[in-house]
């Protein structure tokens, strides 16, 4: 299962980087951190008068597909994500799988007002005082990755720490989980992890088990505007989009028709 050798390829980077700086050592830095984080709830929640809420994802590459972008400068890409309407940008931290980077986050955090996310496998406190570190506002966690208890217990470290959390659900038990440790923000992935395989009626399934009040992310597969359509009625605050923003010749076009997708 793919989604098992990135977890065990995560945890052996996360030891190493253990080594070369301790958690008390990186912990220390914090006091010199100018990057506090910032709610990104409101963000997120769509509203009458901006119902349609974007996650702009920094994207090099996937397992699915390998490389997508070539010609990819994160800061530049992160930018025009920015200037166009972006109501968040996804940076993709995992460097093997996906060539990301956690250097990008400070990149695009120094240059770029836009709330952000840090992408990644998070197993481990550690990564989770890192993206504070580095810039992030949010953080990912996949339900699928890890135990209810541990998931709840990142997930409490996160907001003590100052940061949000994005829960990511593939099925009804990973929604159980989340659930459980009181996610506000779900992310709902039409992508299964362990087989690349797509559901794209996994949002239809889902939403209806979750509470009023949560943020709901729709995630992978967002490519039109139809979809988007069909995904915000059902429920769906925000979406995720990354892939498709970086193959199309303009995002600046791309990411204006999404977010004005009700208007037609």
């Known amino acids: 299962m793919i ?106 955090r120094r240059y770029v007002p836009t709330p952000l996310l840090r992408k ?29 208890k541990d ?8 907001l003590h720490l100052g940061l949000e959390v994005l829960v990511e659900v593939h099925d009804k038990e990973d929604l159980t989980k989340a659930m459980k440790c009181g996610a506000h923000i779900i992310g709902i992935n039409h992508r299964n992890l362990e087989t690349m395989e797509m559901d794209m009626t996994l949002c239809e399934k889902l939403i209806p088990m979750i509470p009023n009040g949560k943020i709901i992310v729709a995630e992978s597969g967002v490519s039109n505007t139809e979809i988007i359509k069909n995904l915000s009625s059902i429920g769906a605050d925000a979406f995720l989009i990354g892939e498709h923003f970086m193959r199309v010749p303009s995002i600046e076009d791309e990411l204006k028709k999404f977010k004005n997708s009700l208007d037609s």
């Open 120 to 148: 990644d496998f998070i197993l481990d406190k550690y990564q989770i005082v890192e993206a504070l570190v580095y810039g992030a506002d949010f953080i990912l966690l996949i339900a699928k990755s890890l135990s209810t």
């Open 151 to 158: 998931l709840k217990e990142l997930y409490e470290y996160a």
């Open 3 to 108: 989604l098992d050798e990135i977890n065990k390829k995560t945890l052996e980077d996360v030891e190493k980087r253990k080594k070369d700086m301790p958690l008390d050592l990186l912990g220390r830095s914090l006091s010199a951190n100018p990057f506090a984080p910032r709610d990104v709830k409101p963000y997120l929640t769509s509203t009458k008068e901006e119902p349609i809420r974007i996650i702009a994802e920094v994207k090099k590459a996937s397992p699915s597909k390998g490389i997508i972008k070539e010609d990819f400068d994160p800061l530049l890409i992160a930018q025009e994500y920015s200037n166009n309407g972006a109501n968040a940008i996804s940076v993709l931290t995992e460097p093997h799988w996906f060539k990301g980077d956690l250097e990008y986050l400070t990149q695009i």
